[in-house]
């Protein structure tokens, strides 16, 4: 059974940095493409950031672009989101998803295997 298990959500002042985890239980973590997406209360959940399965081309939500940085470390099955200059608009429940078969990498149902998620409050 395929698990994703988020974590390193919390509360952060606006300004400050959270990193968060995802660890993957995939055999084959590194032919997945991985994505970041997130949902705020009474909203859709949105994309955030997204990397391909080599780690060598990256993407972003215009929302976050220099602010967050997604990596991984294909060796140990895990996605990283790098969260730096969060402010109130950043608060929502942060979901990895990975993907075989991507194509845009913004697109939800690219995804085949979904985490529960973590929950990132900024406060203001």
């Known amino acids: 059974q395929v698990q994703l298990v988020e974590s390193g959500g919390g509360l952060v002042q606006a300004g400050g940095s959270l990193r968060l985890s995802c660890a993957a239980s995939l055999r084959t973590f590194s032919a997945y493409a991985m994505g970041w997406f997130r949902q705020a209360p009474g909203k859709e959940r949105e994309f955030v950031a997204a990397?391909?399965?080599?780690?060598?081309?990256?993407f972003y939500a215009d929302s976050v672009k220099g602010r967050f940085t997604i990596s991984r470390d294909n060796a140990k099955n895990t996605v990283y989101l790098q969260m730096n200059s969060l402010i109130p608009e950043d608060t929502a429940v942060y979901y990895c998803?990975?993907?075989?078969?991507?194509?845009?990498?913004?697109?939800?149902?690219?995804?085949?295997?979904w985490g529960q998620g973590t929950q990132v409050t900024v406060s203001s």
């Open positions: 998803a990975a993907g075989r078969v991507v194509t845009t990498h913004r697109q939800g149902n690219e995804y085949d295997y």
């Open positions: 990397i391909t399965w080599s780690g060598g081309t990256t």
